[in-house]
């Protein structure tokens, strides 16, 4: 059905249930980067299938809003369907609750799927639209009623993740949320967040690409827990360990009944970006006390253990890549034809060949030059390129193993770059070494630490548009929080850097319909000295693979950032040699040759 | 009357009003940094000096709060008083709400001079007491009615702050803040900050030391604007220069009855961080709109014509500097007997000897090595320091002219200071030139700015316990948001770094009774580069004097940090060298020789 006849047939089911107007956000009852297709609601209804945009139905309009990242595919996935795209982030776009108030009559009753608002733009919403006489009813599904073949909610098996990669006890999990618990009075935690409840009870699946979790809930009480999760997902012997550690399973959807049952003014603790309105209208009694997640920071604040786990997956990560690289420069120089897309079939291959590889840990961006400008480019059997001339070629592409998440960023030439290709290369490379040889205070805040990354780049008139980093899960989604290394992030107090912090470091630059580069490595926050000015912290450098010396103009380094490049091959070279052989061996050691 | 004799008045006076409780903060209705005698109820009834601090005092209990700057005084000067000193900051000791809360019991009530509480402060005391069943009592002041000899309030002269350095017409000033208001829909904004009101008005005074301010409330009208003042502050022709701008003169008081007198619902503009309770407690009728006040930021974004004159004051306020250390160098060469007060004299001298000097800026700090870590050091007749023996001498002072306000912090060798004194000296000036030589986009949040400065300290271990820079009125207050240098500063969207603002860059290093070094230039914002990646920024060095370089290890400077110390001081050469004859000449030829 093309999509001008699915918001046909929406405007007629909005008018059948007396709504006139509808909002369809690109979200699902736990929030997640990655929906089931059952919660592609928004996809179906537009046919535009970007991952961040927001469709808005009246009987006269439709619109869909999306940011400048998916503008072009918008733009050409809505042709013919009668809906209009919304550039959200430009001047004059209103946001959709800007919209709606500037066009709905009072009295207006708006429809938006509570089960997957998160509760603080559902309270946005409702008190945006009250104000001026309209309403807002978050029961409502009028997609639902008219997506006659949505797909079934997905049903893989959940397994344990289990020593020695698990390195937390799941009693002491549950023990370390309960005092956190406690520290805010709480009797009672809903989690929603599929991460924060993979890592609470040790458990991983697989419903979503990409970030190893299973849809569920979970209640914890001080004395007991319960997880929400479909029937069959975990058999038996896993419910019995389970139940040993003092945790019960009820059904998926019996969170509804559970939490309606909770006694009058039960103080449940909810973090209000991490649950939905639809999840909590059903525990109307209870009195919320509203807070981070505990189990945010706990999972965020790495054990000496899982950096041992991680140093080693590392290992196995850049070993696969050193195979992936000797294949790939071979197979140039003997004159294939290789294409944006080989470049992901071959580092996907390379890495499902080392032990305790699980999947890639997001999908891989192989972008050549003009391609190689778009952040978020994704080649596709439709439209990729060749790699043919000269030039270079962006790679970013991470592995999930069962003792950690990567996520690496390198540029390597193609052909002959040309000088001005070098001359941004190095300086990304500055950049990159300005933020792994940074020291500084416990806990400094940090979106702070962005400026340490951009000021090469901005002292010569340079930037680029996205974060310097991002936190990174363990076994777990490679984009986690609390930390976040952007200058221009919203922020909270839980951004301070901690000692165990896991965080990206990757700084980039773009010139549109030309070249792109980025340099990304995985940091953990370390010990540094204590002296009597503080408590200092900095990072080590977990990603092991080689900078393409070839694409750096050493006089542009100085002795220190030289030093620091050196240094890291050597590293990179000692600690990965163990693990490869042949052509792999030999690439090892010509891309780790000290400049 | 002791310390002890004014509490057991005031609890008699607590009684007899029928109050539990009594919050005495540091402030007046105009929430200034610099209080007039008359407003100084804390130093009155607790016998503490200090500029920051709050006592509560109920019938068995008093306290005063007070950071760790003040611990060493506060404990000295509260000897005997039965005060107790609660030292703020420390983890063990409660904010003095939370005192209250876990003190007093329900049905208290507290009496806190509204007059002198910001609206927020204000709401967070009610919001607390009331939860908890207490009662908060704004409108009285029992330390008023125990305070029998309360000084009167200042009573000095208002003038014009004329053209060529005023560079604003008032007339401008008035329409700039009413289009702000319009962007609110404001019909009325009520400015009760000193410095908004003498930038609006183009009037300046001399109720407190230091800030060129007159105790005043305006509210501006869209098509009138009234200035409440003393009668007898203004004469008779600047009366019908006002007059003739469209502002009317009106009593002190006459704010209350003018405010009272606002129509049901009149749309009124108020900042809650720059307004009291007690002040807005007459306005019950306006419906208040809360925002920044808009002269906040238009006094911050200074004119073209307004830099300057500011390089015209720097060239004085430089110029005045070569002559007090020429004329101190030779003393302490001559053998004379020098101390800390001797420089605060030394150099307010030679100031006043230039074109345009009104003032010093604040009160001059001259610390001699252990000294000189207290960064918030004050030499008095009592306690001072001679300058004798070997070591590091830190002088922070600064002047208002009539074309601008200075502020400047050198730290000078006294005898032969020690290898670790100039390490310590070189290690801020890297500091320093981090941030003098920083780019970035137009907007950047100023916090983040503070991790550029810090960063070559923090990777050697060191800190300091201070901001980075401040903003900086043009012949106003020497400290004046919105900008601030500080990366723990609370962020606030109005932080954005703009051009046209004037920032101090002021690193430090303090070792407790040992030394303290700070180096502090004013920059201005300026244009950079406009580039495909963005507009950028960049800080022109506004002040003009050596750092003294016998006190650099050159070797431990980049090639590019030498550049700029050797281009800085080839600039204050070229610059000052009109305005110095004789030693202070000789001076200054030796000490802008390159390095």
Not at 248 to 273: H, Q
Request: hydrophobic content about 45%; proline content about 6%; charged content about 20%.
């Amino acid at each position: 059905m093309p999509a001008a006849d699915r918001v046909r047939a929406l405007r007629a089911q909005l008018r059948a249930e007396g709504l006139q107007a509808c909002l369809i956000p690109s979200a699902d009852p736990h929030l997640s980067e990655y929906l089931p297709e059952h919660w592609q609601a928004r996809v179906w209804a537009s046919g535009f299938t970007g991952s961040a945009g927001s469709l808005l139905v009246t009987d006269e309009f439709a619109g869909l809003w999306t940011d400048s990242r998916y503008w072009t595919q918008a733009e050409a996935q809505l042709r013919g369907s009668g809906i209009a795209l919304m550039r959200a982030g430009q001047a004059e776009v209103p946001e959709p609750l800007d919209w709606a108030l500037a066009h709905l009559p009072r009295g207006a009753r708006v429809a938006a799927d509570g089960r997957v608002l998160d509760l603080g733009t559902a309270r946005r919403w409702r008190t945006g639209l009250e104000a001026a006489g309209l309403e807002l009813e978050l029961a409502r599904d009028p997609v639902g009623a008219v997506w006659t073949d949505r797909p079934a909610l997905p049903a893989a098996p959940v397994y344990e993740h289990l020593p020695p990669h698990a390195c937390r006890s799941r009693a002491d999990n549950l023990a370390a949320v309960r005092a956190g618990m406690r520290d805010h009075a709480a009797q009672w935690l809903l989690l929603s967040t599929l991460d924060d409840i993979a890592w609470l009870l040790n458990l991983r699946g697989a419903d979503v690409p990409y970030n190893p979790v299973f849809l569920a809930h979970v209640l914890v009480g001080l004395d007991e827990a319960r997880l929400y999760v479909a029937t069959g997902k975990i058999g038996e012997g896993l419910a019995h360990v389970l139940h040993g550690d003092g945790v019960a399973l009820r059904g998926y959807d019996e969170i509804a009944c559970d939490l309606a049952a909770l006694p009058e003014g039960a103080p449940l603790m909810v973090d209000p970006a991490r649950v939905t309105a639809g999840t909590l209208a059903h525990a109307p009694r209870a009195r919320l006390i509203e807070a981070a997640n505990p189990s945010q920071m706990l999972k965020a604040l790495k054990t000496s253990a899982e950096a041992a786990n991680i140093r080693r997956a590392m290992e196995q990560d850049g070993a696969a890549l050193c195979e992936f690289f000797a294949g790939f420069e071979a197979a140039l120089a003997a004159g294939k034809r290789i294409t944006e897309l080989d470049v992901d079939e071959r580092i996907t291959a390379a890495r499902a060949r080392r032990r305790d590889f699980v999947s890639p840990s997001f999908a891989t961006i192989a972008g050549f030059n003009a391609n190689g400008a778009m952040p978020h480019y994704q080649a596709t059997p439709q439209s990729h390129a060749a790699l043919e001339g000269d030039g270079l070629l962006l790679i970013d592409s991470g592995g999930q193993y069962l003792g950690g998440t990567t996520d690496i960023t390198r540029v390597v030439p193609v052909g002959r770059p040309s000088r001005a290709q070098l001359a941004d290369f190095t300086a990304v490379l500055r950049a990159h070494i300005a933020l792994a040889l940074a020291r500084f205070p416990d806990g400094t805040p940090s979106p702070a630490l962005d400026t340490v990354a951009r000021m090469p780049l901005w002292r010569e008139g340079l930037d680029y548009g996205h974060g310097t980093g991002h936190g990174v899960g363990y076994f777990l989604n490679v984009h986690e929080g609390p930390q976040s290394i952007a200058v221009r992030a919203r922020p909270r107090p839980e951004q301070a850097m901690r000692v165990g912090m896991v965080t990206s470091n990757e700084p980039g630059l773009y010139r549109e319909g030309q070249w792109g580069i980025r340099i990304e490595n995985l940091v953990l926050a370390v010990e540094g000295e204590r002296t009597a000015f503080g408590h200092f912290l900095c990072f080590e450098t977990l990603t092991l693979c080689p900078i393409d010396t070839r694409c750096v103009l050493p006089g542009a380094l100085s002795a220190e950032e030289l030093g620091w490049l050196n240094d890291y091959h050597a590293l990179v070279r000692a600690r990965l040699l163990p693990w490869v052989e042949g052509p792999a061996r030999d690439w090892l050691l010509a891309r780790t040759e000290r400049l």
